[in-house]
């Protein structure tokens, strides 16, 4: 669960300590106090996209910390290494810089946005008032379905097999053309492999005929170089050179070595420094050799070079790039004038391809609609609590309209249906549905979904939205039974919600030397009455704290009465 909240420079937030109980937490204030800043801070911690617009005026940055408490062990944390500490608590950090970036840690080790997005999502589910028009697009039932329906390895073992039809269509579909177009296709084919065959590319040849011209082109320099030093070395035929002058040093003081140490020494030094400079002619001699070059042969590499350099522009830029495309054009001939085989081959693997995906899509359609059953009695019980007891919710299947009748996701493409009313027909959600039926829809829905999941904690942003009367004290009841195995955060406008909280926060902004700020206060009973008996009507009197204590009152014998029941 989440313990502790601190947040720093925050918007209109300066700084702030929130601490959570275990059970239902509520958050209430006036509108644009900043109790959606809690949210977003919340958010912030989850991985969530962040700007530093969020950034309180006059800060260099901001800083969102949580602490979690008795978390399941979850897969993340043996991926990852990390985990919570001896005293079991984990400790998120996220800072974001004036200049965008962000800085995350979890106990004290940095991680990615995307590692603490994932982390996020596996220890806090946020509800907010747009999962209600999520429920209104068609295109999202089919995953609520199935994260009720625990269909998830099931879907992913049918994306793989239709993934292996998609493919198999495709080769096909690229095989499949007119004579024409084939005709053209081969000649073009053709005559690119001829044109780079007839050139005999070899790899790095342009690198060798590049370096050899750069040689060719001041041979004459290199040339008198070399034979300079070589006419040094060794004399050439009319004199001694450096070679004979160190052999004669050497003689001298190896018969001086016969009687002196030090001459031997340096006798043995005037030996290896002969060799040197025999070593060091010999490499002259056969450097000079390279340097003989034919007339024309200039010319020549210039021509070849430009012939590739023509090819390049057509076909790579290399040679290994141009003979990689010359393969890969001998394949396309080959699929080609041989693609009636191909087509045929491909044709069966294609029609079991499709049996394997039909196979599984079945299985998958099967699993689904028993999960659809399940799921239409959960809601309609659900339902029931939050005071629509003659609600009808139906989860409608029909085929997938598709090539094959099927795409990523399966074969079926779902619907929920619903009727408020009795004798009205099932129709779409998205016909029917008003706002306060949305919310509680989505409330049961999220209540149901979230029994299948890890998550210790829940938090509801204004999901109130069109509730009133009735049923905000049935939703109210509904938070609190959810509260009873999740953590619940709430931040609500009815006073029938915030009355049934068994932790109350409210969110106020003041002023202070020029500047806004917002605090967060823990309430206790007394000042409970007076923020309920203010979410009532606005201005305090006794008649409204009447009203308060009397709502407070009736929340703590109903969760008196839940809590002796269990």
Same mark, same amino acid.
Not at 35 to 55: C, F, N, P, Q, Y
Not at 64 to 92: C, H, K, M, T, Y
Not at 121 to 129: A, E, F, M, S, V
Not at 154 to 161: G, I, N, P, Q, W
């Given at each position: 669960?989440?313990?502790?909240?601190?947040?720093?420079?925050?918007?209109?937030?300066?700084?702030?300590?929130?601490?959570?109980?275990?059970?239902?937490?509520?958050?209430?204030?006036?509108?644009?106090?900043?109790?959606?800043?809690?949210?977003?801070?919340?958010?912030?911690?989850?991985?969530?996209?962040?700007?530093?617009?969020?950034?309180?005026?006059?800060?260099?940055?901001?800083?969102?910390?949580?602490?979690?408490?008795?978390?399941?062990?979850?897969?993340?944390?043996?991926?990852?290494?990390?985990?919570?500490?001896?005293?079991?608590?984990?400790?998120?950090?996220?800072?974001?810089?004036?200049?965008?970036?962000?800085?995350?840690?979890?106990?004290?080790?940095?991680?990615?946005?995307?590692?603490?997005?994932?982390?996020?999502?596996?220890?806090?589910?946020?509800?907010?008032?747009?999962?209600?028009?999520?429920?209104?697009?068609?295109?999202?039932?089919?995953?609520?379905?199935?994260?009720?329906?625990?269909?998830?390895?099931?879907?992913?073992?049918?994306?793989?097999?239709?993934?292996?039809?998609?493919?198999?269509?495709?080769?096909?579909?690229?095989?499949?053309?007119?004579?024409?177009?084939?005709?053209?296709?081969?000649?073009?084919?053709?005559?690119?492999?001829?044109?780079?065959?007839?050139?005999?590319?070899?790899?790095?040849?342009?690198?060798?005929?590049?370096?050899?011209?750069?040689?060719?082109?001041?041979?004459?320099?290199?040339?008198?170089?070399?034979?300079?030093?070589?006419?040094?070395?060794?004399?050439?035929?009319?004199?001694?050179?450096?070679?004979?002058?160190?052999?004669?040093?050497?003689?001298?003081?190896?018969?001086?070595?016969?009687?002196?140490?030090?001459?031997?020494?340096?006798?043995?030094?005037?030996? &290896?420094? %002969?060799?040197? =400079? *025999?070593? $060091? /002619?010999?490499?002259?001699?056969?450097?000079?050799?390279? +340097? #003989?070059?034919?007339?024309?042969?200039?010319?020549?590499?210039?021509?070849?070079?430009?012939?590739?350099?023509?090819?390049?522009?057509?076909?790579?830029?290399?040679?290994?790039?141009?003979?990689?495309?010359?393969?890969?054009?001998?394949?396309?001939?080959?699929?080609?004038?041989?693609?009636?085989?191909?087509?045929?081959?491909?044709?069966?693997?294609?029609?079991?391809?499709?049996?394997?995906?039909?196979?599984?899509?079945?299985?998958?359609?099967? &699993?689904? %609609?028993?999960? =659809? *059953?399940? $799921? /239409?009695?959960?809601?309609?019980?659900?339902?029931?609590? +939050? #005071?629509?007891?003659?609600?009808?919710?139906?989860?409608?299947?029909?085929?997938?309209?598709?090539?094959?009748?099927?795409?990523?996701?399966?074969?079926?493409?779902?619907?929920?249906?619903?009727?408020?009313?009795?004798?009205?027909?099932?129709?779409?959600?998205?016909?029917?549905?008003?706002?306060?039926?949305?919310?509680?829809?989505?409330?049961?829905?999220?209540?149901?979904?979230?029994?299948?999941?890890?998550?210790?904690?829940?938090?509801?942003?204004?999901?109130?939205?069109?509730?009133?009367?009735? /049923?905000?004290?049935?939703?109210?009841?509904?938070?609190?039974?959810?509260?009873?195995?999740?953590?619940?955060?709430?931040?609500?406008?009815?006073?029938?919600?915030?009355?049934?909280?068994?932790?109350?926060?409210?969110?106020?902004?003041?002023?202070?030397?020029?500047?806004?700020?917002?605090?967060?206060?823990?309430?206790?009973?007394?000042?409970?009455?007076?923020?309920?008996?203010?979410?009532?009507?606005?201005?305090?009197?006794?008649?409204?704290?009447?009203?308060?204590?009397?709502?407070?009152?009736?929340?703590?014998?109903?969760?008196?009465?839940?809590?002796?029941?269990?």
């Amino acid at each position: 669960m989440l313990s502790l909240l601190h947040i720093e420079n925050i918007a209109v937030i300066s700084q702030a300590d929130i601490t959570f109980d275990q059970g239902f937490n509520v958050l209430t204030g006036e509108t644009g106090a900043g109790k959606s800043i809690v949210i977003d801070a919340i958010g912030a911690i989850m991985g969530e996209r962040t700007s530093r617009d969020l950034i309180r005026t006059g800060a260099r940055s901001a800083r969102v910390s949580a602490v979690f408490r008795e978390l399941p062990p979850l897969e993340w944390f043996q991926r990852q290494g990390i985990g919570p500490d001896e005293n079991g608590e984990l400790l998120i950090e996220r800072a974001i810089q004036g200049d965008g970036k962000n800085v995350c840690r979890v106990n004290g080790r940095p991680l990615l946005v995307t590692q603490l997005r994932e982390l996020g999502n596996q220890l806090l589910n946020i509800h907010g008032q747009h999962d209600g028009q999520q429920l209104l697009d068609e295109e999202c039932h089919l995953d609520y379905l199935d994260s009720f329906g625990g269909t998830g390895e099931s879907r992913a073992a049918f994306s793989a097999v239709f993934e292996k039809v998609r493919t198999l269509r495709r080769e096909r579909d690229e095989l499949q053309m007119n004579d024409a177009e084939k005709a053209r296709r081969i000649d073009t084919l053709t005559y690119q492999i001829e044109e780079l065959e007839r050139a005999e590319l070899r790899v790095g040849e342009d690198e060798e005929l590049s370096a050899r011209r750069d040689v060719l082109r001041n041979a004459e320099r290199l040339t008198d170089a070399v034979d300079g030093a070589w006419q040094a070395l060794t004399g050439g035929e009319d004199g001694e050179g450096a070679v004979s002058l160190i052999m004669e040093a050497e003689n001298r003081l190896a018969q001086g070595g016969r009687y002196s140490a030090d001459l031997k020494e340096l006798a043995e030094k005037a030996a &290896q420094l %002969r060799c040197d =400079a *025999d070593d $060091l /002619a010999e490499l002259l001699r056969d450097l000079r050799g390279t +340097l #003989d070059f034919y007339p024309g042969e200039l010319d020549e590499i210039e021509e070849r070079l430009d012939k590739l350099y023509r090819l390049k522009k057509k076909y790579g830029g290399s040679t290994q790039e141009m003979l990689d495309y010359l393969d890969r054009c001998r394949q396309e001939l080959d699929a080609i004038q041989f693609s009636e085989d191909r087509i045929a081959q491909l044709d069966k693997q294609l029609e079991k391809a499709l049996s394997g995906a039909r196979e599984q899509g079945k299985l998958l359609s099967i &699993q689904r %609609r028993a999960a =659809a *059953d399940k $799921l /239409a009695g959960r809601i309609q019980s659900e339902l029931k609590e +939050l #005071d629509m007891p003659k609600v009808r919710f139906q989860v409608e299947f029909a085929p997938k309209d598709a090539p094959d009748g099927m795409d990523a996701t399966g074969m079926d493409t779902v619907r929920f249906l619903m009727s408020a009313n009795v004798g009205e027909d099932l129709k779409p959600i998205n016909k029917i549905a008003s706002g306060g039926e949305l919310s509680r829809i989505m409330l049961a829905l999220k209540n149901v979904l979230a029994e299948t999941e890890q998550v210790t904690t829940l938090i509801f942003d204004e999901v109130d939205t069109g509730v009133s009367g009735r /049923a905000a004290g049935k939703v109210a009841q509904k938070l609190f039974q959810v509260s009873r195995s999740k953590q619940v955060l709430c931040v609500t406008h009815l006073p029938q919600i915030a009355a049934m909280g068994d932790v109350h926060f409210s969110v106020e902004k003041g002023e202070k030397d020029g500047r806004t700020y917002t605090q967060v206060e823990r309430l206790e009973r007394s000042r409970r009455r007076e923020e309920l008996a203010r979410l009532s009507g606005g201005n305090v009197t006794a008649v409204m704290l009447d009203g308060a204590e009397e709502l407070l009152t009736a929340a703590e014998k109903f969760k008196t009465g839940a809590r002796k029941k269990t």
